[in-house]
Structure formats: C-alpha cells, structure tokens
C-alpha cells in the first residue's frame, strides 16, 4: 500500500512564492497517475494540477500559469511550485491518484496566503 506525506506550506504574503512535496512510499508509485488537491474552508475539495507518469501535465483554470506540477519518479515524489500566490489559494494541499482518487489521503500541507 502507497503512504502519503505532503510537506512545504506555510504563511507567505500575496505574491510570494512555495514548493510542496508529496513523498510517496510503495513500488507502485511509478505507474500512477498523480494530482494535487486542495480544499479551503467551506469549499468542496478540488483537483488543481494533475501529472501522468509520462509526465504530461493538466492545471485547473485557477492556477494555469502560476502552478507547476512535476515527478521525480526516482524518488518517489510529486512536487507543485506555486507563484504569484493569491489569497484564494489559501487551503489544505493534498496528493492523490489522480483524476480518480484511489489512495488513503495524507495529513496535507496548509498553505496560507496572507498580508
């Protein structure tokens, strides 16, 4: 069975910028398909960026141009670089199969954007 640990958030202010990392354990990890998601208070949780095990790469519209997902396969990791950060980003930032969830989530990483 595939463990999760997502890491890299924190405060930053409107504008700024922050690496997460999502460590996955398991062999089977390089076959999957994988996603970030992200849930604000309130709000339903919500696929953001998305990578194959090509490494072909989808975003939602909301952070097209500012997000970038990427893999490193060799280490088991998943990464999103997130800049021009915006308020509305701020949420708990989870990875998972992805589009289709398939694993136990993680403990997430919280992100808050903030002046």
């Known amino acids: 069975q595939v463990q999760l640990v997502e890491s890299g958030g924190g405060l930053v202010q409107p504008g700024g910028s922050l690496r997460l990392s999502c460590a996955a354990s398991g062999s089977i990890f390089s076959i999957l398909n994988m996603g970030w998601y992200r849930q604000a208070p309130g709000k339903q949780r919500e696929l953001v960026a998305a990578i194959t095990i090509s490494g072909s790469t989808n975003y939602a519209d909301s952070v097209k141009g500012r997000f970038t997902v990427s893999r490193d396969n060799a280490q088991k990791t998943v990464y999103l670089q997130m800049n021009t950060l915006k308020p509305e980003d701020t949420a708990v930032y989870y990875c998972?199969?992805?589009?289709?969830?398939?694993?136990?989530w993680g403990q997430g990483t919280q992100v808050t954007v903030s002046s």
């Open positions: 998972n199969t992805a589009p289709t969830v398939r694993l136990t």
